[in-house]
């Protein structure tokens, strides 16, 4: 599996911005798809991560009720839809790919893509 993530750009806090994770690869459609960030300095964090079906998501506490992750398999693409943009979430976003069950740690995915660079200002 190949991804490339795209969408990043500079933004208002408050603002949104939608990710995209385009996917290549016949097993895209049977893995998770994850998110994750790095800021500059820090380590590489889960964002949220959504099931082969799409029925089933999850978030990390810092992004819940603002960020929303879905996918369209016929398009394999997974989206992140980023809401109420703040300061710190600030980051290179990434997607990856998981032939597991769904996990929240880097070490559970696979396939990583190159990230895209959010920047939010204030």
């Known amino acids: 599996v190949q991804l490339q993530a795209s969408g990043g750009g500079l933004v208002q806090a408050g603002g949104s911005l939608r990710l995209s994770c385009a996917a290549s690869?016949?097993?895209?459609?049977?893995?998770?798809i994850g998110w994750f960030r790095q800021a500059p300095g820090k380590e590489r964090k889960f964002v949220a991560a959504?099931?082969?079906?799409?029925?089933?998501?999850y978030y990390g506490d810092s992004v819940k009720g603002r960020f929303t992750i879905s996918r369209d398999n016929a398009k394999n693409t997974v989206y992140l839809q980023m809401n109420s943009l703040k300061l710190e979430d600030t980051a290179v976003y990434y997607c990856?790919?998981?032939?597991?069950?769904?996990?929240?740690?880097?070490?559970?995915?696979?396939?990583w893509g190159r990230g895209t660079k959010v920047t939010v200002s204030s």
């Open positions: 690869g016949r097993t895209f459609g049977s893995g998770v």
């Open positions: 990856a790919a998981n032939q597991g069950p769904m996990s929240t740690m880097r070490s559970s995915y696979e396939y």
């Open positions: 959504i099931n082969r079906s799409g029925g089933s998501t």
